[in-house]
């Protein structure tokens, strides 16, 4: 069995990382108002793009920050072509 292939993420640029964040926030009613950004970074072993929250309310941040890392889990950044 090929681990690799069965482990690997899907490429998807920034405009379709921001939708698909946005509407696995808008999905949680607590983290409806959260406001953020995509931000690529250098290629780590795990990722090579992050999410900066902005106006998280107090209760969201854990909801959040557990959304967003199970995208970041799926999604490799594409490389800009």
């Excluded at 107090?58 to 967003?68: C, L, S």
Aim: proline share 5%.
């Amino acid at each position: 069995m090929d681990f690799e292939a069965l482990f690997a993420k899907t490429p998807a640029t920034i405009d379709e990382l921001k939708t698909r964040v946005f509407y696995a926030l808008q999905r949680h009613p607590m983290c409806r108002s959260v406001e953020f950004d995509i931000v690529s970074t250098p290629r780590t072993r795990r990722t090579n793009w992050t999410v900066s929250l902005r106006s998280v309310a107090p209760g969201a941040v854990w909801e959040a920050h557990e959304i967003v890392a199970d995208i970041q889990d799926a999604y490799d950044l594409a490389a800009a072509a």
